[in-house]
């Protein structure tokens, strides 16, 4: 079956680590969310479409001919009577929840401009007996972690290279190796659930992870690291210290010691050596979470959260994140003293923003150490974002 990806105005509950890219571009697992409809049902993703036009420079809409089932983006494929429902639908009508949100639209035809956020087809509620699972908000990508690594591992198609004879291991049913991957002294405890070694990556001398972690591609779990459960680290990241029910996006570090726990790391950030994040209130309370969309705090209904950092923000050496924190987009934090509970985008530690070129040289830098180079339309993204969100008297 030939799909596309559609986003609905769901998307503002995921900043701020969709701000410069899409939701099915996001990598959490052992691959992208887009990849995961081909991996799990065997459908080809041959269409995307987002409404927000800034991010087309880099991801362009794209319609197929021919008949293409339409599905939100942030719904996961984790359900058999998903795949049977959805395999079965009638054209031209957009499937919502009884809330309204848009599930999926089976079409000929391409979609108009609006179609999936005003809902101009008509409109059929989802059965009762579907089961629908989403990306609701951006603490869903720790909390439903566990749930996405098991997904995986079901539909996991290769076999594991042999486990070289310096590795302590418990569980080794669970483990897959890459034949590419590298593997020094260490302790991995997998008889709890699944530890995934993606294309490349590395586990250095004393590192020790415990079961229900994915490790991706160039990735590298570094000396001595302590790696708790439930954790989902992208491409070209290097992790040290402890961290547990984190998610890395991608080319992200956090080298050092300290302690991250119950967080979403953007891409491209760097964190500075002995930086800790609080994930759980003195009080033992429910933990209140910043929303950029409405510019305000609101329930989590958690109470574990720590740390939300958007792309390319950072921080310096010994930095306390308070619980429930969130960093924004090239954020640049340094002091000693807690953070609050929220950091704008683009915001230099100093109290003052970012100049726009001193922010795009910095990322020029970044992806040059990784043996890339920003692009043209990478730099039109974050240019529409610069103007978007930094107040013009404040530049």
Not at 177 to 198: R, S
Request: aromatic letters at 12%; charged letters at 20%.
């Amino acid at each position: 079956m030939q799909v596309g990806l559609f986003e609905d105005s769901g998307w503002q509950r995921l900043l701020p680590v969709v701000r410069l890219r899409p939701i099915w571009d996001l990598w959490w697992g052992m691959d992208r969310l887009a990849d995961k409809w081909s991996r799990y049902f065997g459908w080809r993703v041959a269409g995307y479409w987002t409404e927000r036009t800034y991010l087309h420079a880099a991801f362009p809409p794209t319609v197929p001919e021919g008949d293409t089932l339409w599905l939100n983006a942030r719904l996961l494929p984790l359900s058999e009577d998903l795949r049977r429902w959805l395999s079965d639908l009638s054209p031209d009508k957009v499937y919502t929840t009884p809330e309204g949100i848009p599930v999926a639209l089976r079409t000929r035809r391409p979609p108009a401009e609006g179609i999936f956020s005003e809902l101009r087809l008509p409109t059929e509620l989802v059965p009762e007996g579907v089961s629908l699972l989403w990306l609701e908000q951006v603490t869903d990508l720790f909390e439903k972690t566990g749930q996405i690594i098991y997904a995986d591992w079901q539909y996991l198609r290769e076999s594991s290279a042999p486990l070289p004879t310096s590795l302590s291991v418990r569980g080794g049913e669970n483990i897959f190796l890459h034949p590419t991957a590298k593997v020094g002294f260490a302790i991995i405890a997998a008889e709890d659930g699944p530890v995934w070694i993606g294309p490349h990556a590395e586990v250095q001398d004393g590192a020790i992870i415990q079961h229900t972690n994915t490790v991706g591609p160039y990735t590298s779990i570094l000396l001595g690291a302590r790696i708790r459960t439930h954790n989902s680290f992208g491409p070209y990241c290097k992790v040290g210290g402890e961290v547990g029910q984190s998610t890395f996006l991608g080319y992200s570090n956090k080298a050092h010691d300290g302690f991250f726990g119950h967080s979403v790391v953007g891409q491209w950030c760097n964190i500075g050596a002995g930086s800790n994040t609080s994930n759980l209130k003195n009080t033992y309370g429910k933990v209140q979470l910043y929303d950029p969309s409405v510019g305000g705090l609101r329930e989590t209904g958690l109470q574990f959260c720590g740390l939300i950092m958007g792309d390319y923000a950072r921080c310096g050496i010994q930095t306390p994140f308070t619980t429930g924190c969130m960093v924004d987009i090239f954020a640049n934090i340094v002091g000693t003293s807690f953070t609050s509970k929220y950091v704008p985008p683009f915001w230099w530690g100093e109290g003052r923003y970012w100049s726009l070129e001193k922010a795009i040289e910095t990322a020029q830098r970044m992806q040059q150490r990784r043996g890339r180079r920003l692009s043209h339309a990478e730099e039109a993204i974050l240019r529409a974002q610069y103007a978007a969100l930094v107040p013009q008297q404040s530049i």
